[in-house]
């Protein structure tokens, strides 16, 4: 029986602590929320651990063998490094950290004392997004052409976070464990309304090389709630709608052939895209969070490498520093 | 009664000479097109015109007015610098031209002699574009924060055409025509696939001021034909979906709210983006280009400035050709 | 403080106890059910109440003051009875019983002792059909022309219950509550599939009299999930789409006009149908189960008649059994 | 070359005359219509052809083959019988007449003289249509379970004309030929609303034996324009949505399992629907009029039968008889 701690209880500490308390083999031992009618709610839905406001109580307590960590991601890097120096395995909410370097630095920590660092990419682990890597992966898709993803609706943030950092890990972790590869170059744009400092709207594309382009629009201030991301092959092209609750996944068979035009002795050759049949294949309607902890569990009883450890909570960060600076360089360029 | 002349029968004309046959006041007198089946084409439908290959026998001809240009982008400068340089007044198919020099070029010689320069930019003709910009003009909108349009789908395009000077040319259209401002800078991003030469697939962004960002993806190579511009401001969010044949135009109520978090003594503040009703306009159902072809008319008639003049065909060529800039600049920000 | 039994853990049981255990003002005392995985998922869930596997402790324990029962519908009438009997006030899942009779028996138990009966007729309790009864109410919607329900999926079910009874009382409570009127007749067909006794498919329309017809279609065998409500009259038409997460509600104006054609000297009139502007009002989103909970805690503490009484229950059944005697006599109308 | 007169060109004659006059084999040699804006129109369009009122010149004439009949339906029989006791073949609107002893005499006249009488039932030539009835040929439906379809939306109509015989010969036309089975009895209830004398919303149910059911929600009065028809079978199941631009047709896998139950030793049998892929096959996009006039030219000069046969015209004129029986006798069962 593996013995977890959790620190934060806020937005989504209570979805982690209800797949914990289900989970066999992990057992909830300690919850720590600094705000006291947040421990309230923990200590009625928590039947079995106890509650606190001390969160070294969860990083340095003897009775704990892993802690998961979902408070605000400013104190991220402090929370996990406590823990990883304490022994205990770690599984992180997004991002992993706030630089490239917190990220090293905890990947570092957890290799020298055989520790499991997971970073908490849910997307990665749902039923859709496990069915369109193994597609890609069995070379389905041809060559890939595009990765185009849409993140956007009203709703309530923080001043000093920006959107980039808020919505786009859900995408950049799809994008990698999908396509399983890292751009060469960022650029990003972004604008900054009703008063906050930092940006609400944000377009991020990245150059994945032989003309292989991703694109992000993460956004706050939209009426509309999208959550599209669509992945062009030349050979068939992927669409995962999230919010279509009964064909989340739709694959079109595609391709190109080039047609000819004369025009008075004058040759054009026009190029064709074309669409056949489409398929929306069945999935499995599994909570992803319950199937990420039981791939917790199964990493620290087993020691394995997770789906998503450091390495990818650091590729998502890598991609959104690069983002900030481009930013601050008014959409320049930047090469990773 | 203002005789017409008609350059080009390809993918569009066939619809500006259905609509030049029904406007009262307008006789369209000559068709020319290269091709000889077109041309079988032009000589069933235009009833009462006569049909030929010879473009000089519309811009040259004294029983001509009006020449409307339904040609191939390239030949667009020259063909209409001739008729004007005829005394014709000139109905240009968008692009107005490939260069912002061409354009200066064309709007200088029909101001010289007094002529009506048009440029055919339909979607500004539609009841939902003039119903959205009647709706801006009157304030409703609050401070505008962002313009967001997508266009694409699969299809057939020539090799040697930029998906952006084929299809952004509508969107920057409808920006212009509604914002009615221009734009300080662009970025471009792209890339070619399926062996092209040019960008099949593009992302521009545009500076336009206070905060006000303005995004445009065009692409030729998506499964999923989507047609939708959004643009947000602080009071109210318009969404125009074009491919809704029933709610084209739907407005959300929307505002900004302040809310405040305490944990443990530290305040934190919370911005609120909330929707409130949503209303869809009832629209008529005009063919635009219909419209557009009486305003041509009494533009022709009574000397006045037509509302998609040259200066607005120069307004979109401007940013295209400071996007193309961008794009060979590897997306680097240029200023107009 | 009001002590709650609960008889029944199964589909619908755990969403009552969740929502017990929120409500200000009850006391969550007891669960009931015979099944013993269901009995440790209540334990596990139901913080600070007992579990058992016998019903009488519910519904004669003097620690009891008012019961819920989420039962498979053969048990409701004796269920409740026996609490009534017991001087408990009564919540009943929906149908409340099985027969007009057995309802009337309720009704008469209830007013005799001064008891509360509420039947669980969910949907009344939503935002969204709160809004559209308040909106009929204020007489916006014109003489009412017709009320059609769709609402189908594929699912599980059990063999020996009806598709009608099953999901129609949603629909029934709708129809009930919107438009306060019961109707003179009903007809229904249906069908049974795949070894099924009872028709899993049924058509049902009744007649509301001054030319108003009500139309539902229930199915259990669709590949599309729809839940879907029009009710139009002369000046307006609501649709109420479920699944809709954003525009639940759209308001329609409408109308009618007379159009006069002449033929040849034959004069012809037609109708015309119009639609004008289309509105979606902004709804909260609170939990129906929480306000409808809150009203019962309201009724049995102040001794008020509920939104969903006896009688609405009765209505429902009413309309229900005449149903099924159409059905069994192949279609026929059967009077009420 | 087979040449055609056309009688009536009102609301559909446009289109009629449209592809006969591009359908090589055919030629449009003559045009009737009793309104004079509507002759008007005609010269304009139809190159080549004559112009007149009198439509005996259509059904009597020595230099006509072929007589389209667009008229109202009225003057369908009258019209029909005329040509074809002058030896023209004949394609008639729908519905083929209004009677079935109408139709009866027409196929009687037809099959004397060896003319070919065919009836437009437009949707049986659609790629989407023609698509289904191979798949469903194809045994792929495994045992069909129900037919439903619903067909709707705001509009323009005659005040005599039920909206039965309106919209619903294009579903039962589709039935037909789909299914290829005609029903034992038939039930239809409606009802007349804004002082319409006949009914402007209708609900149709057949008996296709064998448990099959279907079902037609025809609704001239409806805010939300849906044309929808859904198959299902005992393997699969389709969904036909003509409003769908993209995908049109939706293939269900489906399928039926018995899951058991025990609580407390009592067994209980539940039935489990569900469903797998779902695929949407690529379709062309013909002008499904232009197919069918192809068909038609190919009947007439090769003397064979058409699809779209007398007999399938009488198919439907006795169905809606008989729902016109079961209207006057209040939803009534009739047999045919």
Redesign the interface.
Known sequence: MIRVGMIGYGYWGPNLARNF?QVPGLHLQRVAD??ESRRDAAQ?AC?GAEVT?DATSVTHAPDIDAVAIATPAASHFELALAALQNGKHVLVEKPLAHSVRQCERLIEEAAKRNLVLMVDHTFVYTDAVRWIRDFVAAGRLGQT??F?SIRSN??????DVSVLWDLAPHDLSILTSVLGREPRSV?A????????RVP??A?M?L?LEN???A?F?V???????VRRI?I?G?ER?V?FDD?D???KV?V???G?SI?HED??G?H???????????????LGNREALRTELEHFRDCVSGNLKPMTDGESGLAVVRILEAAEQSLER????VYL
Chains 1, 2, 3, 4 share one sequence.
């Open positions: 308390l600094l705000n009625l039947f406001a052409y595009y185009d009203l709703g309530l943030f923080q001043r650029t744009v972004g604008a900054c309304h009703a008063g906050s609400n709207i377009h594309t150059d003309d292989c382009l694109h629009h956004n706050w201030l939209s009426p509309v709630k669509m062009a030349s092209m669409v919010l609750s009964s064909e739709k079109y068979d595609s190109v047609q025009i008075s004058q054009r050759m026009l190029v064709q895209y074309r669409t056949g049949d489409m398929t929306s294949p069945a008014d959409g320049a360029r």
